[in-house]
Every structure is written in C-alpha cells, then in structure tokens.
C-alpha cells in the first residue's frame, strides 16, 4: 500500500470532489481516480460512493479515514523531525468564524508565513458549529469558535476567553447617550442580527419574547464587518461580540447600549480535535494565533 495513494484518498475525502482534490495535489484527475481504484483493490472495498458528480464516503471509506491520518501523520512527523520550520512543506487547514477572521488572521498569517514560509495554509471561514462538525470529521486540522462547546474528552484547546457580546448602535443614534435601556425601548428599534444560528442572539430573543415583545430585524447575516458598518451609517442596532467592534467604540464611530438584561458572555476558543496529530506545522500556526488572540483578547 503506497502512502501516495493514502495521501490521495484524505484528500479526496476532505473535499468529497475528485476534480478539486487533483487540482491541489497537482496530479490528473485520472491519476487521482486511478490512485483511488489500486488502494480500493488493495482494501478489496469501495471507499468511496460515486452518483452523478456526488461523491461521499462509503462505510468502509469512513472506516478507513482515522488509520489513513495515523500513517500520513507519522510520515509528516519524520519529514518534520529531520528539517527546519523554514524547510518543513505541507498543508495545515485552518478554519475560524468570520468574527474573529477580521480580527486574528492578517496578522497571524504574516507571521505564520514568516516561520514556516513553504506551508500552505487552507482556510475556511463558517459558522462555530459547520466548523466544529469538519473538524470532528477531519476536514480540518483546528478551529477558531464562538461559544460553541467543546468537551475536554474530544477536544484540545490551546486558547479559551471570555468575551463580552454588546448591544451597539452609531453615535449620531437616538439611544446613543441613554444611560440604561429597557426591553420595551428595544422593541421600537430595527436590528442587524448574525445568522439565525449564531449563539449570543439566543438571549435577547428569549429576553424579549419573555416581555411579550419581538425582534423587529431588518437584516440577518454572516458578516460581523458589515452589521457594524450598517450600524454605524444607519438607524440599526446590533449585537456583536466586543472585539469587533472595539476599535470603533474608540474612535467614536459606535456606543455600546447599556441593556441590563441582554448582558452576556460568550466563549472564543482555539483547539484541534484530540485525534488530530500535532503536527510542527500546526503547533506553530495555533502558537502564533494564541499569541495574536491573547494581544487582542486576554485569556
């Protein structure tokens, strides 16, 4: 049995797509899927269900995923052992909510690049929960998440903070210079709110609803950057977590709403799953984005 073809079929099963998994290791797809056919042969098993252009894993296939990491992650380790971090090649896939994307990746990825400069970085950026479920499946190697929990008998955080998620508006906002806001004053007011799914919205609208009262929400999406935009040049409230919008609370751009009621922390955490090798190459990306939370975000 070849590593190649293991190699191969981790890639195939990350992406679920042959044509894309031959396009990022550089062979033709041929070659991909006749890589897929001998180690098939080998096993005497289909690995993976092929309908239409739907590619999916078969039992077997599933079955076959944590040895294929265990071999592939052994080799990398011995590469790594015998080279520099200047010389160590590879991939790390890396994937982080879009709230904490603005506010870690530039500068991590710089100094990322800069240890390990032959490294290629895939990253995905998703809600906490579709992120923990591709790590779980080893799609990813770690994750960057908002409150989403993550038992220490599955997982290995290499960073954890409380932050705070704050109700902001712009500063030119009638509720601006309010000391204290009720539920009721609220309800009169048009929200920007994140997807349905993003935890933190799960405390005003309980608040809320508990007052016989609603959200009136003009706009529900996936980009933190925006909300705060809107916010800032509209007649909008939203709820962020505080690091995204702390730079414009201090430049004046936003206030920060004092609701008592809709007070609230949230957990930011970095981790790789513990079946998940620790790789040089991923010990140094999850090192360098610690660092950069912790400048922004004290643990």
Known sequence: MELRNLQTFLKVAQLLNFTQASRELG????????????LEQELGTPLFNRIGKHVSLTQQGEMLLPYARQVADAASALESATRTEAELGGTVRFGIVESLYELLAEEALLRYHARFP??????????????????????????????TPLTPSDWRCQYRAEVPIVVVAGAAHPLASRDTLTP???????????????????????????????????????????????????????????????????????????VPELQQTQQVQLALHLRRNLSPQLEGLLQICADVLREHIPD
């Open 118 to 147: 032959k490294v290629r970085i895939d990253l995905t950026v998703d809600a906490s929960e579709t992120l923990k479920a591709q790590a779980m499946r080893g799609r990813l190697d770690a994750i960057c998440l908002i409150d």
């Open 27 to 38: 062979y033709s797809q041929s070659n991909v899927s006749a890589q897929i056919r001998q």
């Open 184 to 258: 009721e004053e609220l309800a009169e007011q048009e929200w920007v709110l994140m997807e349905a799914e993003a935890p933190y919205n799960a405390v005003p609208e309980r608040v809320m609803a508990a007052h016989g009262l609603s959200m009136r929400t003009f706009l529900r999406l996936q980009s933190t950057q925006t909300a705060r935009r809107l916010a800032q040049r509209g007649p909008f409230l939203t709820l962020l977590p505080q690091y995204s919008v702390q730079k414009a609370l201090a430049r004046g751009d936003l206030a920060r709403l004092d």
